[in-house]
């Protein structure tokens, strides 16, 4: 018979809030400091050939996938992946950064 797992009855995912923001404001720092405005350059909207943002985070998670079937990872990089979700979250949420609803024309994506 399983261990019983002694936890509080009143435990809630906001409970764990300061802890997730206190590490995933480490990643997203690291990842600015890495990468710059990188982000602001990826396309937002789809066309025949792709299918925006929507298909970047897929491809992501479907690579996180592959490398965890073969080894290369122990765990999906999951700051990673929520990472993705945030910049798209970004983008949907505040178009008049975005006004073509795509990428900002590279003299503008600055450092």
Do not use: C
């Not at 990643?27 to 400091?33: C, F, N, V």
């Amino acid at each position: 018979m399983p261990e019983e797992i002694s936890r509080p009855k009143d435990i809630s995912l906001v409970d764990f809030l300061p802890e997730f923001f206190e590490a995933f404001t480490e990643h997203i720092t690291e990842a600015q400091e890495r990468w710059g405005n990188e982000w602001l350059g990826r396309p937002i909207l789809a066309n025949e050939d792709w299918d925006g943002q929507n298909e970047r985070i897929y491809q992501r998670f479907d690579d996180y996938w592959e490398y965890l079937e073969i080894g290369a990872i122990d765990d999906i990089p999951w700051l990673k992946v929520i990472g993705n979700a945030f910049i798209a979250t970004v983008r949907l949420n505040h178009p008049e950064y975005f006004p073509n609803g795509d990428v900002l024309p590279e003299e503008e994506v600055s450092e």
